[in-house]
């Protein structure tokens, strides 16, 4: 396991230490397959030991469903960011959902295409500054941010969240929606699906501290935390 190449600040490194805190709690290390696309998201296997696989971008679910197929005892899940979840691979996730796949896929939306260098994704933000909408995203330019967990839940999934990790309470929710979506998986339920914000504080032009506040705002405004579909199972 190597020591994290991730930037200071950087949502990654938060999300992953929770997921080891589960998967390690839970004893599913053994089981666990992960499957990664492009962007920042793609090292997780230098930071896990069990097997992760590479997908070609934006196609991480179509590859998931696919080792879950013909491994059904695996937990597999994809992990993404927005940029390859949403705006490379958003077709791979809605099939999936409609096939009733049985995988997790959580995506962590810092609503920028940090791999590539910081441009606009598809939930960047109105009004955001990335490094192709250089005086905010604008609506009547590039269209509205798309709602990841809300259109997820549109579809025949049996689980879609939204968390932020911007405060410990929400991390606390988190962490909950994180075990929820493995459960279900476990219980062979169909997709669930997690979608977490989080910060990119070189690409949001910010500190890490700014970028936290600039998330809780985008939280109130923009991108409510909650359940979309399904419910949190009862402990
Ligand atoms: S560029 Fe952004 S997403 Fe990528 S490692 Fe740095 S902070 Fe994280």
Known sequence: MSESEYCPGCSHSHLQGLLREI???????????????AGCSQDLGKYFD??????????????????KRTTPDRLVFTYQGDGDLGSRGLDALIHAALRGDSITVLCLNNQVMAGSGGQMSITTRTGQVTTSTRLGRSTARAGSPLKLA??????????????????????????????DAFDYQENGQGLSFVEVLGICPPYWHQSPEEAQQSLKQSLVRHNPAGIFKGVTMIR
């Open 23 to 37: 998967f390690q709690e839970r004893g599913l290390t053994e089981r666990l397959m992960g499957v990664v696309g």
């Open 50 to 67: 069990f097997p992760v696989i590479k997908a070609p971008p934006g196609l991480a679910p179509a590859v998931a469903a696919g080792i």
């Open 150 to 179: 809300e259109m997820v839940a549109r579809l025949p999934v049996a689980f879609s969240q939204r968390v932020s990790l911007h405060e410990s309470d929400f991390v606390k929710r988190a962490r909950l929606a994180l075990r």
